[in-house]
């Protein structure tokens, strides 16, 4: 369990620094790709680019930052999202034990899996409320009420779980608390962004 844990985990501190620094405006570079040290390729859906100052690909797992390629890139001229906030999508360097969809819906719901969603680390923060499983993908709709409203991320955030060429994936989804996103737009985005990321990679 304690491996599911930390993938789980491993993006929410990220995730919570992008979404801090989304609505800066600070002209620098937005690629739309990034290769991996694996040669796994992540790239984004349209409006969607590559933060290249909180993208980790060194250690274990890669961690890669999408957003607004316009905030990004400090030029409102550039492409936006059709859904405000951040991306983050956390790639395993090296293959291994891909959980099945039905353990893994298991185990989030669980204290232990729970508490790995959680920003404090405490299961009594989260909340799932909404759960949906195609085929070799989970999708979770999640609401963590340890994230602070100051911080600007909003409380609920969608993940999606699943296993790419050996790879355990994760995608997660966080609005901004000013401007939430509606659950179907929620789900659709990161549906998206798991169908480009096997279309980039032939899968």
């Known amino acids: 369990m304690s491996t599911l844990i ?24 937005a690629p739309e790709r990034i290769k991996l040290p694996d040669g796994l390729v992540v ?3 349209p409006g969607w680019c590559i933060d290249t100052r909180t993208t980790r690909t060194n250690g274990d797992t890669s961690v890669v930052v999408l957003g ?10 550039a492409p936006r999202p059709e859904v405000p906030g951040v991306v983050t999508v ?13 353990i893994l819906q298991n185990f989030v719901a669980s204290d232990a899996g729970r508490a790995a969603l959680a920003r404090d ?5 989260v909340d799932i ?34 296993g790419f060429d050996g790879r355990f994936v994760t995608i997660s989804l966080v609005g901004m608390s000013d401007r939430p996103i ?13 169908d480009q990321i096997r279309v980039e990679n032939g899968g």
């Open 6 to 29: 930390s993938k789980l985990a491993i993006a929410a501190v990220v995730l919570g620094l992008a979404a801090c620094d989304e609505g800066i405006n600070v002209t620098r570079a």
């Open 43 to 45: 790239s984004g859906t």
């Open 68 to 77: 607004s390629c316009a905030a990004i890139a400090g030029n409102a001229l």
């Open 90 to 102: 956390s790639v395993e360097n090296r293959p291994g034990e891909v959980p099945p969809t039905s």
């Open 121 to 125: 680390g405490s299961p009594e923060s």
């Open 129 to 162: 409320l909404d759960s949906r499983s195609v085929d070799d993908l989970l999708l979770i709709l999640v609401e963590d009420r340890s994230i602070r409203r100051t911080a600007g991320a909003a409380r609920d955030f969608w993940r999606a779980l699943f």
């Open 182 to 194: 509606e659950s179907p737009a929620g789900f659709e985005t990161l549906e998206a962004q798991v």
